[in-house]
């Protein structure tokens, strides 16, 4: 079985450019979390998907964070426009409906912005 | 609130040390805890939990007891291998607070020498 899977692994550009991420969670996993660790501190809850439907995106940073889960399977996470405290390890995790307490962690992208 | 605090790296041991990784936490309901590891260039990986007082998680002769008392958690394992080398995450979910989304501490480094 396949895991958590991210792309791209490293991400480089400027302020002010547009940069996607996408996360591919375990097939048939409904919950899916997005995580995000800054600068070598505490890794953050940024949002969590329940199949299509946002759950709980308390921890989005601003209006510059977009996320979506179109059709309930892969995610993508936006961040237009970027800016340099954007930099840091982005971390998908996902869960199986009957298993909430278990997330499989992806390898996480690494962006850094310029 | 919920949040996690543990020791700050990097910790380095010669092989076959004991190791300590101290974790105390703050929840507001009756949280369930667990360690995730990272190794160098893989996603985080759960290396064991225990969901309620007093339990102990074990797994690869690492091991974790639950203790409401103290509100702690703390990694201890007998005997370190080089492989053992990797980021050591600390984390408490608190569904009884209708949230399962994950808080960490910052992480601690851990290198063996052989």
């Known amino acids: 079985e396949a895991g958590v899977t991210q792309f791209p692994s490293h991400s480089v550009i400027e302020k002010g450019q547009t940069v996607t991420l996408r996360c591919d969670p375990i097939?048939?996993?409904?919950?899916l979390y997005w995580y995000r660790r800054v600068m070598g501190k505490e890794i953050k809850f940024l949002l969590h998907?329940?199949?299509?439907?946002?759950?709980?995106e308390s921890g989005m940073p601003n209006n510059r964070f977009l996320a979506e889960r179109t059709g309930g399977t892969y995610s993508t996470l936006k961040v237009q426009p970027a800016e340099l405290e954007d930099s840091g390890v982005y971390f998908c995790?996902?869960?199986?409906?009957?298993?909430?307490?278990?997330?499989?962690f992806g390898p996480g992208t690494r962006l850094l912005v310029l | 609130g919920n949040s996690v605090t543990q020791m700050e790296g990097p910790v380095t041991l010669s092989e076959e040390a004991f190791l300590t990784i101290n974790c105390t936490y703050t929840?507001?309901?009756?949280?369930?805890l667990f360690w995730y590891v990272q190794y160098p260039g893989e996603g985080l990986q759960l290396l064991l939990k225990?969901?309620?007082?007093?339990d102990k998680g074990s797994n690869k002769g690492f091991e974790a007891t639950y203790r409401k008392e103290t509100t702690s958690f703390h990694l201890e394992k007998g005997s370190v291998q080089v492989s053992d080398s990797a980021v050591y995450f600390c984390?408490?979910?608190?569904?009884?607070?209708?949230?399962?989304?994950?808080?960490f501490g910052t992480g601690t480094r851990l290198t063996v020498i052989p």
């Open positions: 995790a996902s869960t199986s409906a009957g298993e909430v307490e278990t997330q499989y």
């Open positions: 984390a408490l979910s608190d569904l009884w607070t209708g949230a399962n989304n994950l808080f």
């Open positions: 998907f329940v199949k299509e439907s946002k759950q709980d």
């Open positions: 225990a969901t309620k007082a007093d």
């Open positions: 097939s048939g996993h409904d919950n």
């Open positions: 929840a507001t309901g009756y949280p369930s």
